[in-house]
């Protein structure tokens, strides 16, 4: 079966956040659910030039949700099989199942599962099931506005865009197999070898 | 985002220190040298208090659940969840306390007690195997090192010796000190293991008061030595092991609640 994934495009996304609301609208969640998120990712040091010392400050933004992994770490983990890989390949939750223990999310490296405090059970991006098998994009992808998200067959994604899966803060792809694609900004290196750190993470 | 529930927390110690408590209650009730009715009261009481304490510690992991009454598919998953696993070998250890208890409590002659005794040591010893496997999970890396399945080893010695020494420190002091050495070195690994783990995730946790505290251990640990060196027993020993249990639980919970915040 071929997978489907997201492309996310971290040199372009502005952070504004667009494709989270329409997550957010779509999904009927309250203001603290939140399946897709927003890193802002922020550093820099400070250098000697000379006779001074100047800033080199650095910024980029990462929209990041479940990535529908090929070795999703929550289904194996989740006692009640509640976490299970649907018919499309992504990650979905049957609720009949689901006793809210929360381990899907400790297992995640993603932090993607999240506690729907309404149902008690655990909820998160389903990939926009009712979408997809209708042949139409999850609605993140729709609603952004710099077209920085896409969607699609996953090895179309990476004959277009490259297959590099992992940017400061994510973990290593091994781990998981994210179905993901993403262009990393120009400065994720620079990120990813320290003085940097997420922002925004009250917000997460 | 703390991950971790307080109350799973104190399950996990709990549990571990039960296991320890039954194991060496069996090795107490062999070798004991004192009257064999005071003996198998001691030993019932061990049992009982070993019992109580798993019963704690399952009400207060099901306290963790947000949707309990689906609580029954939480052993859906053995093929492949370490959980699933954990929750069956909890479940078949309690059951076997339970009937350990009655034959023992009854004096059921019909069924050895020693059936019942080695199936709960046996599930008690892979139930924490299992623990150790649901925590050490790979996305979290400050959990997977070796310092942490350590911890989940010393617990159960450390408790387990501490709880017997209480029980019979009065009635048989001399046999009492044996547990009183196995509690103070289960101690001491503790505390180099939780330096272990302070270097293995983040150096800036050594100024928490979980340290403060472990040094306080130590100091009681060597002044109760001292004191029994000069016969003079008091209550040192028992401060000293209720810390040695205060800082084995504190380091539980830091271990088990501090996690890299991820994303």
């Keep these: 079966m071929r997978r489907y994934g997201f492309y996310i495009d971290t040199a372009h996304c502005s952070g504004c956040k667009t494709c989270q609301i329409a997550c957010q609208d779509k999904n009927d969640l309250y203001p603290e659910l939140i399946w897709r998120k927003v890193l802002d990712i922020e550093g820099g040091e400070w250098k000697e030039d000379e006779e001074t010392y100047n800033n080199y400050p650095f910024a980029y933004h990462l929209s990041i949700s479940c990535n529908h992994c090929s070795d999703p770490l929550c289904v194996h983990a989740c006692p009640t099989k509640a976490m299970h890989v649907t018919d499309i390949g992504s990650v979905g939750i049957d609720e009949s199942k689901c006793i ?5 999310t ?9 506690l729907n405090k309404k149902t008690g059970r655990m909820s998160k991006c389903d990939m926009c099931y009712d979408k997809v098998i209708n042949n139409e994009n999850p609605v993140c992808v729709d609603s952004c506005p710099m077209r920085a998200l896409d969607f699609g067959y996953l090895d179309d994604l990476e004959e277009r865009y490259g297959d590099k899966k992992s940017i400061f803060p994510l973990v290593n792809e091994d781990l998981t197999g994210p179905s993901m694609v993403i262009n990393p900004h120009r400065d994720s290196e620079k990120a990813g070898e320290g003085n940097s750190e997420i922002a925004n993470r009250e917000e997460l | 985002m703390e991950k971790y529930n307080l109350s799973l927390v104190l399950f996990t110690w709990l549990t571990q220190a039960s296991v320890g408590l039954l194991v060496l209650r069996s ?40 949707y309990p009454a689906h609580a029954y598919n939480a052993i859906n998953n053995l093929g492949s969840s370490w959980m699933s696993r954990e929750i069956l070998a909890e479940s078949i250890l309690l059951f076997t306390v339970l ?6 409590r009854m004096r059921i002659r019909q069924i050895p007690v020693v059936i019942p005794e080695t199936i709960a040591i046996v599930s008690g010893i892979v139930l924490i195997y299992f623990m150790i496997r649901t925590y050490m999970l790979p996305s979290i890396p400050e959990l997977h090192n070796p310092s942490f399945p350590v911890s989940f080893i010393i617990t159960p010695v450390l408790g387990g010796a501490s709880l017997v020494f209480f029980f019979i420190r009065k009635k048989e002091p001399a046999y009492a000190e044996r547990f009183r050495l196995i509690a103070s070195i289960a101690f001491v690994l503790s505390f180099i293991n939780y330096l272990l783990f302070v270097f293995l995730s983040n150096s800036y946790l050594l100024d928490s008061p979980v340290t403060f505290v472990y040094f306080a251990g130590i100091i009681l640990l060597i002044l109760s030595y001292y004191l029994n060196a000069k016969n003079k027993t008091g209550i040192s020993d028992v401060i000293f092991l209720n810390l040695a249990i205060v800082c084995d639980l504190l380091n539980r919970v830091l271990t088990l609640t501090f996690t890299n915040p991820g994303i």
């Excluded at chain 1, 400790?106 to 999240?114: N, S």
């Excluded at chain 2, 062999?30 to 070993?50: C, P, V």
């Excluded at chain 2, 009937?99 to 023992?104: D, F, R």
């Design chain 1, 100 to 104: 809210g223990c929360g381990y899907c």
């Design chain 2, 27 to 66: 090795i107490y009730v062999r070798q004991s040298q004192n009257d064999k009715i005071k003996t198998y009261i001691t030993g019932h009481f061990m049992l009982t208090s070993a019992f109580i304490m798993l019963v704690a510690g399952l009400i207060l992991s099901f306290t963790h659940l947000h």
């Design chain 2, 99 to 104: 009937v350990w208890y009655i034959v023992n």
């Design chain 1, 106 to 114: 400790w297992a995640c490296p993603y932090d993607a599962p999240r």
